[in-house]
């Protein structure tokens, strides 16, 4: 994309003051590469959201839901779906469903996202408690451990475990595909005769389940064989605008759907929303793999610079997301960010522009992590891709230079 006005910047470092009149009036290509969640709906979706014919969901009339709902179920294998606004209220609605006495408790990973992103909903919405077990480097956590947090007596001073979940791909450890043999050996666990006192639900926080899917080279039922439920996002790499699907039994959708209306998700004429849902499904979702190698290419590219200061684990790039780890102490992420979305005039005369002779902003996203992370999606085409390489590359040999 390609602008006269920058976005609105962070306060640079003071070296960079001078430049800001003078970046105001440059034109820039911006490549956004902060989440997935900034993919825009394709023209297609634009045009069947248009021309869906729609109903009162609330009364289960509305025929483009509907279809939306049978279709996702159908790909994973379960007996039903409810389509839901976000992937926080389908995560929570399964929370809800599964946990449905006072006193259960769930067991997630400690950089799931279930725990660390949706504002404690399974405590203060659901009134459910969450044990955590610390997620390893490629997402998975020790099922040993798991299988000494489950509780297994019925004793009144524990609570009761009643659900697990896994998020694959996983966001915080880098898009990493859970391995098959793992969920294989995750539920064989949990079913086994006098593991726990009820029985425990399997969900699957499965945002970008089908990058997953597309890594391993598999379907997605096949991922989700041995799950009660799954929470399925249409708007992230997808490019839906909005939506999320929750599948299960019939029984389950009907539970999520009577809580749903309790959490303010009853939506009336959604089909116009689910008609970019079904468009992801049958156009997007073949596309994914290509959103994978773009981002391996960038990794390939930051790998060969061979930085002291900025590096990549080519072996972890798993799908979408990339994570590159800062070693230099004196650097932090933000102030990385923070560089990345500023064009100095130096980069323009060393030709770090687009063809037509606009400035870089790379827009990426980092917290208080030693990495920063980039995530790629549908509408980052190979142009960006070679910008995106362009700018970390000057920019990392330029901290290079500054630390020798």
């Known amino acids: 994309m390609r602008t006269t006005v920058p976005s609105p910047l962070p306060r640079p470092l003071h070296k960079w ?3 800001r009149l003078h970046q105001c009036r440059m034109s820039t290509a911006v490549v956004d590469l902060r989440s997935d969640t900034v993919s825009l709906p394709t023209p297609e979706m634009r045009t069947r959201m248009a021309q869906a014919v729609v109903g009162d969901d609330v009364y289960g009339e509305d025929p483009t839901v509907k279809q939306l709902e049978t279709r996702t179920a159908a790909m994973f294998g379960k007996e039903a779906g409810l389509f839901v606004p976000s992937g926080t209220m389908g995560n929570l609605l399964a929370i809800m469903v599964h946990c449905h006495r006072r006193g259960a408790e769930a067991i997630v990973g400690d950089l799931s996202h279930i725990f660390l992103y949706e504002q404690g909903g399974a405590s203060h919405l659901a009134g459910v408690q969450l044990a955590t077990i610390r997620n390893q480097p490629d997402g998975t956590f020790s099922l040993a451990e798991l299988r000494h947090k489950i509780r297994n ?10 659900m697990v979940a896994v998020e694959n791909t996983h966001n915080i450890c880098g898009g990493k595909v859970i391995p098959l043999a793992y969920l294989d050996e995750l539920a064989s666990l949990v079913r ?20 997953a899917a597309a890594a391993l080279g598999v379907g997605v039922e096949r991922i989700t064989r041995d799950f009660d439920s799954v929470s399925v996002c249409l708007s992230k790499g997808l490019s839906a605008p909005v939506g999320s699907v929750l599948v299960g039994s019939k029984d389950f959708i009907a539970e999520a759907h009577r809580l749903r209306k309790a959490l303010g998700g009853g939506m009336r004429q959604a089909g116009i929303l689910a008609a970019a ?10 596309l994914l793999g290509e959103d994978h190698e773009r981002t391996k290419r960038i990794a390939a590219a930051v790998d060969k610079l061979r930085s002291p200061n900025v590096v990549v684990d080519l072996s972890s790039v798993h799908s979408n997301i990339l994570l590159l780890e800062v070693k230099q102490p004196k650097l932090k992420t933000d102030k990385f960010t923070e560089r990345l979305a500023i064009v100095e005039p130096e980069e323009i005369a060393a030709g770090v522009t687009d063809k037509e002779g606009a400035g870089i902003v790379l827009k990426a996203s980092a917290r208080d992590w030693a990495f920063m992370r980039l995530v790629l999606y549908h509408q980052v085409n190979d142009e960006q891709v070679e910008l995106a390489i362009k700018k970390l590359t000057y920019v990392i040999r330029q901290y290079d230079a500054n630390w020798a």
């Open 277 to 286: 849902g079904l468009v992801a499904l049958e156009q997007v979702v073949p």
């Open 17 to 19: 003051d001078g430049y």
């Open 192 to 211: 086994q005769p006098g593991v726990g006192t009820a029985r425990i639900a399997l969900h699957m926080d499965g945002a970008r389940i089908f990058n």
């Open 153 to 162: 007596y019925k004793d009144c001073h524990e609570p009761v475990t009643a």
